[in-house]
């Protein structure tokens, strides 16, 4: 178990790390970047650097925590990347079950390979499921999360690379959107976020603006925390109700 500083959930809970890039939110994947400093930093849980591993022990971590807690799953990977066995998987949601008392959050670029793991199996009751849509060129990952019953389905709009266009929100619970940071950064422009909030807002749906990233609002390069959060001069960070006591 990991605090973290990923403004909507309160901590990471990593039973995998490593992945490898799918599609073009992953060019400067931020985990790639953590996970090679934590090995050339001598952390024994990255020895394998970005090179995919799976974490067992990690497994029974949820048992010790008393107080609710919204938790990121796998934050340092991708849980539906091809080399996750199912039934480690299995593993993941049966610890999920066992621990009502959190609320954990799942979210994947592989949206078929999730769709095809939940076909068989029921997603546990304090599970939210989520899907990245970086461009519109995966927008089809909305329809794939719509196949899953979740309490709680999930838009990860991040990094905002590009005009989405119209977007079939039936179904959807909770909208993040946010740029792009490291020295590689995309910009993203205002237009596009306000478009899809105005789409969130027609559909009574709770959207959360993480941060404008490495590029601004005006469009100048500069650090993440200079550029802030601020959505046409507001904090714009809602969130959907959760089901379990806060
Ligand atoms: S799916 Fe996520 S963790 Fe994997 S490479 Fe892409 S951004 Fe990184």
């Not at 992953?26 to 996970?35: G, H, K």
């Not at 650097?49 to 919204?70: I, V």
């Not at 091809?82 to 959190?102: A, G, R, S």
């Not at 950064?185 to 205002?190: G, I, K, L, S, T």
Request: aromatic share 8%; net charge positive.
């Amino acid at each position: 178990m990991k605090k973290t500083k990923i403004d909507w959930t309160k901590q990471t809970w990593n039973l995998v790390t490593g992945c490898t890039k799918h599609s073009a939110g992953c060019a400067n994947c931020y985990a790639l970047v953590i996970a090679e400093r934590l090995k050339a930093m001598g952390n024994a849980k990255y020895a394998n650097g970005f090179k995919l591993t799976l974490h067992p022990k990690a497994l029974d971590e949820p048992y010790t925590w008393k107080k609710h807690r919204k938790v990121f799953v796998c934050s340092m990977s991708d849980p539906f990347h091809k080399d996750v066995p199912k039934d480690f998987i299995d593993k993941i949601l049966k610890v999920i079950e066992d621990n009502p008392q959190h609320t954990f959050q799942m979210l994947t670029k592989r949206a078929g390979e999730m769709v095809a793991y939940f076909k068989d199996r029921d997603v546990p009751s304090n599970l939210w499921v989520g899907v990245t849509v970086e461009n519109a060129d995966v927008k089809h990952r909305i329809d794939c999360l719509r196949e899953v019953a979740t309490p709680k389905r999930f838009l990860s709009i991040e990094p905002l690379l590009g005009e989405l266009g119209d977007l079939d929100l039936t179904g959807i619970n909770w909208i993040i959107v946010g740029g792009e940071s490291g020295k590689n950064a995309r910009p993203m422009a205002e237009t596009w976020v306000l478009d899809i909030k105005r789409q969130a807002d027609a559909n009574g749906i709770p959207f959360f603006f993480k941060q404008w990233g490495a590029w601004g609002r005006d469009g100048v390069k500069r650090s993440v925390k200079a550029n802030g959060k601020l959505l046409q001069g507001k904090i714009v960070q809602n969130m959907p109700k959760d089901n379990i006591t806060e």
